[in-house]
């Protein structure tokens, strides 16, 4: 018989319903708890999915009480290394936790810590790697269907921790998880813009260049054009990516340029529009983990180290745009570099008044969230 898997989720704001929904659909995990400030958060979890978990304001009273075996970290981003810190020390057999990874890579290295320690597994949700068309993509790039891959472009917005950190892994992702090892980048901030109580710049360029000599182009917040995807150029061909499909032109298709909609294991693109990645990536995610746990996966594509190249990546922009240099990896500031340029006045703001683009997440009359 199939092992079911005991599942408890600390934070249960909007993503929290991803991972809650990926574990439903993948078919192998029970809800058995839920930790939050907020009884109305919670409520709304148990009726959306119809679940009957345990509701807690504490978490390390719940992660005490139900000694889960699975521990989803759904807080905002400072949040994150704390609160891995802390079910780590109760031994669940692997946490996932959402990306990025932590708010500093001194945070980040503190999580592999503390679970290495108590021999915990650790995943960072960079979901998308599990998209069919990401890993069609990947898969026509390791096969030479557009040769040597030259460049990726992507474009992002809303600060590099949260959107561009899902870029920064994807561009490893197709191909194939080879080392980046410098970035350069710049940034402008002008005003004092927060992100899930994060500082971001205003606007951003990245440069990254990988051990293949592949150089991915990161423009964030500079033109109106943004999406989850990448326009990737090699030495025979071409290939547009989106989350549901992709283009392919080389000589094979004649130079005209050739739609892959590959299926989803858990829904199909025609049919579930622009919900289809949250709920194909979601549970195929999901789906894996269990397959981790089983001992019938030897690995796991979101463990923590792509996490954290995904986090330094990010970060290395900042250090770049800091030290005004290109910045080799691995990177040695274990400070956000962002909060260090505004800190020390290098990068104060010309508009002061601090903002959250993400306080409509919020409820009642919090304006920052506690964890």
């Excluded at 590099?160 to 901030?189: F, K």
């Amino acid at each position: 018989m199939t092992e079911r898997y005991r599942v408890a989720v600390i934070g249960c704001g909007g993503i929290a319903a991803n991972h809650i929904r990926g574990y439903l659909d993948a078919g192998r995990y029970d809800i058995v708890a839920l930790a939050d400030l907020s009884d109305e958060a919670m409520a709304e979890k148990v009726t959306r999915f119809g679940i009957t978990p345990r509701c807690y304001h504490d978490a390390r009273a719940m992660l005490d009480a139900e000694r889960p075996d699975v521990v989803s970290i759904c807080t905002w981003h400072a949040g994150h290394a704390p609160w891995t810190i802390a079910a780590a020390s109760r031994r669940p057999r692997v946490i996932l936790c959402e990306k990025p990874m932590a708010d500093t890579l001194g945070h980040a290295e503190q999580m592999l810590v503390a679970c290495q320690r108590n021999q915990v597994r650790l995943a960072i949700s960079h979901q998308r790697r599990f998209l069919p068309s990401y890993t069609l993509a990947r898969e026509l790039i390791a096969r030479g269907a557009i040769g040597a891959v030259r460049t990726i472009q992507s474009f992002a917005a809303d600060g590099l921790p949260n959107y561009s950190s899902h870029q920064t892994d994807m561009y490893r992702w197709l191909l194939g998880d080879v080392a980046c090892d410098w970035v350069m980048g710049n940034i402008e901030r002008k005003t004092d813009r927060h992100e899930r109580n994060t500082r971001i710049e205003d606007c951003a360029v990245g440069v990254f260049h990988f051990a293949n000599d592949a150089v991915a182009l990161l423009l964030s917040d500079v033109t109106s054009t943004v999406y989850q995807g990448a326009f990737i150029t090699g030495s025979t061909g071409m290939i547009a990516l989106t989350t549901s499909d992709l283009q392919l032109l080389n000589a094979d298709t004649g130079g005209r340029w050739e739609l892959h909609t590959p299926p989803g294991r858990f829904g199909q693109p025609a049919e579930l529009g622009e919900a289809f990645e949250w709920v194909e990536a979601g549970a195929a995610q999901a789906a894996e983990l269990a397959e981790w746990l089983d001992g019938t996966r030897a690995t796991f594509r979101n463990e923590a180290h792509e996490g954290y190249i995904a986090l330094q990546m990010v970060h290395a922009v900042y250090e770049s745009a800091r030290r005004h240099e290109k910045v080799l990896l691995p990177m040695q500031t274990r400070a956000n570099p962002l909060d260090v340029m505004v800190e020390s006045g290098h990068l104060a703001p010309e508009r002061p008044g601090a903002f959250d683009i993400r306080a409509f997440l919020l409820r009642g009359e919090r304006m920052t969230s506690d964890a």
